[in-house]
């Protein structure tokens, strides 16, 4: 990867609808050589995929949680379900596995206090789940933001 790469990868986090005209503009690359290097970064797995960034808000969903769960095994099938069912789980915007006292921090979106009481409901039924600990967004000051490509 070259500078070009870099800013057409730059520029498209930034603004995923620019068309290979403007970013070929952007770039001060001819629209040809710019269209194949976004094909060749879209093929290598540099782009994954292009989506449209949603106002919770505005969709009703203005509650978001960040849940901290400790299992009480850590067996492959133990894992392999929990994580299965994160997947199942809509409201669970985001899953990692984490170090420390906990095994995994999960990103929660719902519209309020008694939608996320049925999610910890679900995940209390989950009989690998030990423990659970929430944290309450009160207010974003940083989020979505591009990655630091250098």
């Known amino acids: 990867m070259d500078r070009i790469d870099l800013q057409i990868l730059d520029l498209l986090q930034r603004e995923g609808r620019l068309t290979v005209a403007e ?3 952007r770039v001060s690359l001819s629209q ?6 976004l094909k060749r970064l879209e093929e290598d797995g540099l782009i994954s995929g292009y989506r449209a960034v949603l106002d919770r808000k505005r969709l009703n969903l203005g509650t978001t949680v ?4 400790r299992l009480m095994h ?6 392999r379900e929990f994580e299965a069912a994160m997947e199942a789980m809509s409201e669970v915007v985001a899953c990692h596995v ?14 309020d ?6 999610i910890v409901r679900r995940l209390q039924a989950l009989p690998m789940v030990q423990e659970l600990t929430s ?3 009160i207010r ?7 990655l630091p490509l250098r």
């Open 23 to 25: 970013l070929s503009e």
């Open 32 to 37: 040809s050589p710019c269209a194949r290097r």
């Open 66 to 69: 960040f849940v901290h769960v």
């Open 74 to 79: 850590h067996r492959e099938d133990a894992v």
């Open 98 to 111: 984490v170090s420390g006292a906990h095994d995994y921090l999960l990103e929660v979106v719902v519209a």
């Open 113 to 118: 206090l008694p939608d996320y009481e049925l």
């Open 135 to 137: 944290s309450f967004a």
């Open 140 to 146: 974003s000051v940083k989020s979505g933001a591009p």
